[in-house]
């Protein structure tokens, strides 16, 4: 099946839960990547929405994007109200109030929202085990403010807050390693994903609605207005950024690691960057530097993933 | 609702600022943000859906035959789909 990719679209459902006319930039990665989630998660959902991108393009007030019931939130307590609506119901449900429907609780969130901001609500909500989906929207900076440098902003790329320049050069600090974090809470699944995989992308949210327990998946989302690439090359970047290694795609269910999609060589980090304007004040030397950070840290995701391989393998021979 | 943005005053708003009527974005043109439109060449179309699959708008959609096209209500002109057409289907061409 060497064609998979070219015969499955037809095989995804045309309904769409998240309605066109939002306004989102042109070309931009966190529409898709939204869009695509909720063709995963269905209708039977009440979604959690921080500030952020996601909650300015799709509610502008007479009008709002969203099929299913929605509810705005701060920054900071996104996780917080998932999970006080989580056990709303399951009192409600224990007293006879309402039915068991099964209703899933999804919280989404950018990455300021997620990986500054929102960290200590969501670290509590993920230390008590509501049964929730935390979806993080990580287009890798303040995008909605006008491109502040955040937590996950990658080493060295331009923000409006660590510009480029004589006496600096771009973002100082590395990016925090969030889904790391998830996994230290011991929840049963954690995930990265990008839409530029989407079949990869849905799989990984119906697996995070169905475990049982907080479930975190952070997606890559391509924004051409704060990175500078061509909008049109929006997919093409998300898919480099995977090739290369910079955010490789996999998931850890009960702690153990797996690829999704594992190359045998990474691309040159110099082929993504190129693409991006944020990058571009970068020196050979320090392109080095980041390209042996990028290499290292992929090895080291690679032999987890192939320790948890070869546990498996000595259990189910045992 | 019904009514577009511009007719619309304060009074005929929900307390609370609540939209009561689910997904009524679809009602806003973003079509007009557009400086260049896809055009298709169907003879070269597999009709695979992978423009559908990557469209951000999610205003992509199969016509009476069977092809994907885009609904020029909402497309804003990214590009995308025709950047991912596997068999270059898609061309962009300037606005007038």
Partial sequence: MENYSIYVPKLITKKENFAPGHRACIGCGEALAVRLAFKAIGQNVIVINATGCVEIFTSQLP????????IHTLFENTAAVASGIEAARKAMIRKGVIKDTNTKIVA???DGGTIDIGLQALSGAMERGHDFLYICFDNEAYMNTGIQRSSATPFGASTTTSPAGKSSFGQFAWKKDMPAIAVAHNIPYVATACPSYPFDLMEKVKKGLEVKGPAYIQVLSVCPTGWGCAADLSIKVGRLAVKTGIFPLYEVENGKYKMSIDFPGLRPITEYMSLQKRFRHLKPKMLEQIQQKVIEKYEELKEKAAACEYNCQTVLED | MGKSENELTWK?????????????????KTGDWRSQRPTYDF???????????????GCVNQNNQGYFEADLYY??????????CPTFVITMKEEE
């Fill in chain 2, 12 to 28: 005929e708003l929900e307390v609370g600022g609540i939209v009561t009527e689910p997904g009524n974005a679809s009602q806003y």
């Fill in chain 2, 75 to 84: 497309c804003k002109g990214c590009g995308i789909c025709s950047r991912e």
């Fill in chain 1, 63 to 70: 009008y709002t994007s969203w099929r299913v019931p929605w």
């Fill in chain 1, 108 to 110: 989404i969130a950018g």
């Fill in chain 2, 43 to 57: 003879n070269k179309c597999l009709k695979c859906g992978i423009c559908q699959i990557y469209c951000p708008e």
